[in-house]
């Protein structure tokens, strides 16, 4: 793992090219080589600031557009059968409606933890090593985090109404707003800068660690509320009696938000790869294209005066510990 | 190595790992140095006792003052030792890091092929000192200014408390220090990262020393089973930390 | 419907932060995938 040659970075995939890039960089070769490299596609094709490199196309293919409309249809059912057509449980009332997006967000939630922890152990992984890896644990955590939020706020407005209090210390309540807490740390981690290999290492390590640690918050809050024998609103009271249609609406929730999360995952695992290889081709082609957006003419000069600006500032700081020298 | 001016110079004999002696052997050679290396900058430059110790003094106090009544305090002193604990780690890792960062020993160290076990084990040592001279001083803290009581049989349990508790803080404080002082200067993201960790060990640690002090009825033999989860915090930790170290401070 | 604020809360809390998200991320990709030529997105 410490090695700094990695057997299995020998091969690049064809179409990843910065990999290539970064593999020069971790390889030590002298600096104008590796720029060089970069630059190539972008004076290929001409001037860049003229002509548009790209034509414009997104992070969506057909299987996301199609996954993304059964989303949205799967969406709407979802909060037809949610606030309409299932009946009011037996004691909880309309309540148990709450639960629906609850339940749903939570299980997603709790399954995007788990590709965040695998795709890091595989990114650390020698044979398997690869910035896809870190990518999908990145866009996983993300929407990780969003519906853990969503978990913790539909939670406490059902626990509001129906055991009087937003908030329980019970070991579940608990260690989900831990995991909460933690995963927006890794994401903090994520934005610290550097190669990114060396975010990549990173993060990978702290999503790692966030395992070690949720168990063990959890089993030390469970063993200190077995000690502390008050506060037990959650008892008895709460059961919820499922008929089909309330069934099929949790399942139906469940889906609707795990084919939201997998839409999720793909696009933005792309939109980081495509962020990952505007950092590594320099700012040159991005800020002249920016410019080339508003004023078509506005060509060469462009480089010495766009480097004041605001994302000139923020990539050059995150592209200046690649030449670190002791690496 | 050198341009920290180090005593501890002798560290690169031990970057040769393949020296005859077995590797785990060289690791705590590494280690031993390492901490040496980290107590002798403290035994110089006194950061330790005449910055945070005086801070976490003033922890306790400013404890009094938010909670205004001498029963209340009785009652929390074991909660309000570590918390004052926990805060004052952070201030000791930012310190234990900002000495390596400084001028980039860490990465001399590194290019030296000193082994990052070592070099964690080596720095959890010292913070695991440095702790532990902080707990006595805030436990003594407790007991003047919170009447905390402490029996003979008490003390026992505090003590046994206290070494899993400070070897845990320790190798997790040395863990995200390490990461946050790979990052050059986002010192700001240490305590999100550190505090949901230590939540086990706050609890933990709190609970045996009510039972130590025997706040609120607590027995003495209450206070047992959470050492063992402290215990057990502490080697998962050490395990994971040893790990985890060379990936982290790998550039 | 009782506790029809909770209620609604929840679901606009859900489908809104999904659907923010949702399009945050399409138009990212959009801006950036106008930047770089299609060479780059291995998934076209």
């Known amino acids: 793992m410490s090695e700094r040659q990695r057997p299995g970075r020998e091969q690049p995939r064809q179409h990843e090219q910065h990999e290539q890039h970064e593999q020069h960089e971790q390889h030590g070769n002298e600096d104008s080589a590796h720029v060089a490299t970069t630059q190539t596609p972008l004076t290929g094709p001409g001037s860049a600031a003229t002509s548009p490199v790209g034509n414009g196309a997104g992070t969506g293919t057909r299987f996301t557009r199609i996954l993304g409309a059964l989303t949205l249809v799967a969406m709407g059912v979802l909060a037809l059968f949610a606030l309409v057509i299932s009946p009011p449980d037996v004691v909880q009332g309309e309540t148990v409606r709450i639960l ?3 339940v749903g967000t939570v299980w997603v939630a709790y399954l995007a933890f788990v590709v965040t922890a695998v795709s890091s152990a595989a990114y650390l992984w020698k044979r398997t090593s690869s910035l896809t890896w870190d990518r999908i644990a990145g866009a996983s955590a993300e929407i990780g985090v969003l519906f853990m939020a969503i978990t913790l706020l539909t939670g406490s407005l059902w626990g509001r109404i129906t055991w009087g209090t937003f908030w329980v210390w019970d070991a579940r309540v608990t260690t989900t707003a831990f995991l909460f807490i933690t995963y927006i740390g890794y994401l903090a981690v994520r934005g610290l800068g550097g190669t990114h290999q060396q975010r990549a290492r ?3 390590v702290v999503a790692l660690l966030a395992v070690l640690e949720i168990p063990l918050v959890h089993f030390s809050v469970r063993i200190w509320r077995s000690v502390h024998q008050d506060a037990s ?3 008895g009271n709460t059961d919820v009696k499922l008929d089909d249609t309330m069934l099929f609406t949790l399942l139906l929730a469940t889906v609707a938000f795990s084919m939201l999360y997998v839409w999720y995952v793909l696009h933005r695992q792309r939109v980081l790869h495509l962020q ?13 294209e920016r410019r080339s957006e508003g004023r078509p003419d506005a060509s060469a000069a462009a480089p010495t005066t766009a480097a004041s600006t605001p994302t000139a500032t923020v990539s050059a700081a995150s592209t200046v510990p690649t030449k670190d020298p002791v690496s | 190595m050198n341009d920290t001016a180090s005593p501890a110079s002798g560290s690169p004999a031990s970057g040769s790992p393949a020296s005859g002696s077995p590797a785990a052997a060289s690791i705590w050679r590494t280690a031993r140095l ?8 403290e035994r110089r430059s006194r950061v330790i006792v005449n910055q945070v110790l005086p801070f976490a003094s003033l922890v306790m106090v400013l404890f009094a003052f938010a909670l205004d009544n001498d029963e ?3 009652r929390t002193a074991p909660g309000l030792v570590w918390l004052a604990t926990i805060f004052a780690l952070l201030v000791v890792v930012q310190r234990a890091f900002a000495v390596e960062t400084a001028d980039g020993a860490l990465d001399a160290l590194r290019v030296a092929g000193v082994s990052p076990p070592g070099i964690f084990l080596g720095k959890s040592l010292a913070l695991a000192v440095q702790l532990l001279v902080l707990e006595l001083l805030l436990i003594g803290l407790a007991v003047v200014l919170y009447e905390a009581t402490l029996t003979a049989t008490g003390a026992v349990l505090l003590v046994t408390t206290l070494l899993p508790a400070t070897t845990g ?3 997790v404080g040395t863990l995200y220090g390490g990461l946050a002082a790979g990052a050059r200067g986002r010192e700001t993201l240490l305590p999100l990262l550190l505090f949901p960790v230590v939540a086990p060990v706050l609890i933990g640690a709190t609970r045996a020393t009510e039972a130590a002090f025997g706040v609120g009825h607590a027995a003495i033999d209450e206070g047992w089973p959470w050492v063992g989860m402290l215990l057990v915090f502490a080697a998962l930790f050490g395990v994971g930390g040893t790990l985890a170290f060379g990936p982290l401070i790998e550039e | 419907m009782d506790h029809a604020g909770f209620i609604f809360a929840s679901y606009i809390a859900a489908f809104g932060g999904s659907a923010a998200l949702a399009w945050y991320v399409v138009r990212r990709g959009r801006a950036l995938g106008r930047q770089l030529p299609d060479e780059d997105k291995p998934w076209i």
């Open chain 2, 72 to 74: 209340v305090l009785q």
């Open chain 1, 100 to 102: 629906y997006a609850h």
């Open chain 2, 169 to 171: 803080l320790a190798f």
């Open chain 1, 233 to 235: 609103v959650a008892t």
């Open chain 2, 34 to 41: 390492v901490a040496g290396k980290d107590l002798r900058i």
């Open chain 1, 202 to 204: 990173r993060s990978a």
């Open chain 1, 276 to 288: 990952d290889l505007l950092d590594d081709k320099g700012l040159d082609l991005a800020l002249a």
